[in-house]
């Protein structure tokens, strides 16, 4: 039996396929970089809404177009994502023999490269859209937003049953393929990189010589351009390497960063952390400061702000303080992920329902 198991926590000595501790840690790499970069822009956007804003409502198409140059940039250097490279290992493409595999200085073919650009950018994207799409959905159908006889909350309805379901079965793909890859019997950890035509191997000895002396060799043979056209490519592609290789550096250092932010916020530490934190209860702002677009409070304390007339389904918003009509409020911030009257960055589950003794 342990001779079976050998390979969980050890390599062969001919076969350069990593364990399942190393894959499954670049895996959560970059998951764990996203919501970290995620709650800097929130706490920059409540800070200053009008300079941040822009970043936390757009923060998924964003995040989206740096992956996709930071991938594109390890993919085409290294035969490798980020996560991948930072843990010494790159991508082999399926049927290369151990004798003829290519270099990973010498980046993915073409084919191989696309589908892994896919995987690794565009479907995390559509799977965030799809997961807000569902909670919206939720949020909804909880409150009762369309009427009880529309097609479209028949639908809904019947997506939200299934989604779970859904869901279930390919996280559970995901755990039966690494089930698989411990065991032995697959050489892929993710069904996604046999679908890309690719499988994980670590670095050798003539690959780091490689990536250590290739940007020597592109420095000296680097040529002068020709044409106005020449040149400009040129710029675009220095300019495009630059900004990936800035965000490899930055997010290197973030790796260390992220770690810290694991034990300050571990449960051990939260009462080190309440003791350290805890400040009196500020007092109420004086004077408000409106934006421009922004209504005026009706002097009725019974008006909705938004649509001047008495409350119905009273709601507050958790971010500001303030009393709406739910239906109301509930359109505004789905539109315009803000407070109506502060405009602090707000989402649709800052919404508090009240209920009154009358009720």
């Not at 364990?19 to 959560?28: G, L, M, P, R, T």
């Not at 892994?116 to 909804?140: A, D, G, N």
């Not at 009706?298 to 008006?303: E, G, L, R």
């Amino acid at each position: 039996m342990a001779e079976h198991g050998a390979h969980i926590t050890t390599a062969s000595v001919v076969d350069d396929q990593p364990s399942i501790f190393e894959v499954v840690a670049q895996d959560s790499l970059m998951s764990a970089v996203r919501p970290a970069l995620q709650h800097v822009v929130k706490v920059l956007a409540e800070s200053n809404p009008a300079h941040f804003g822009f970043f936390w409502r757009w923060f998924d198409e964003i995040f989206t177009l740096l992956d996709l140059l930071l991938q594109q940039h390890y993919l085409s250097k290294t035969s490798a994502s980020f996560s991948e490279n930072f843990y010494g290992l790159k991508r082999i493409v399926m049927g290369d023999q151990h004798k003829l595999q290519r270099l990973a200085s010498a980046g993915l073919p073409k084919k191989q490269f696309m589908k892994s650009v896919m995987f690794l950018v565009l479907l995390p994207y559509l799977k965030v859209k799809l997961e807000k799409l569902v909670s919206s959905l939720r949020e909804e159908d909880e409150y009762s937003i369309h009427p009880p006889s529309s097609r479209w909350k028949r639908f809904y309805r019947a997506f939200l049953a299934a989604y779970p379901f859904v869901n279930m079965a390919w996280e559970g793909w995901f755990l039966v393929q690494q089930l698989r890859y411990i065991l032995g019997k697959v050489q892929h950890h993710s069904p996604l990189l046999r679908l890309a035509g690719v499988r994980l191997g670590r670095l050798t000895v003539q690959d780091i010589q490689a990536l250590e002396h290739k940007p020597a060799e592109a420095s000296m043979m680097q040529l002068p351009a020709g044409s106005i056209g020449e040149k400009i490519k040129s710029a675009l592609k220095k300019a495009v390497g630059g900004v990936a290789l800035s965000l490899s550096t930055g997010l290197s250092v973030g790796v260390f960063f992220l770690q810290f932010l694991e034990w300050w916020y571990s449960s051990e530490n939260q009462e080190t952390i309440k003791t350290l934190t805890a400040l009196p209860t500020p007092p109420p702002p004086v004077h408000l400061d409106y934006n421009s677009d922004s209504p005026l409070l009706p002097k009725m304390k019974t008006v909705c702000p938004l649509c001047r007339k008495n409350r119905v389904n009273d709601t507050v918003l958790a971010t500001s303080g303030y009393v709406f009509c739910y239906r109301c409020v509930f359109n505004y911030v789905r539109s315009h992920q803000a407070c109506p009257i502060t405009g602090y960055p707000t989402e649709v589950q800052h919404l508090i329902k009240l209920y009154s003794p009358e009720n």
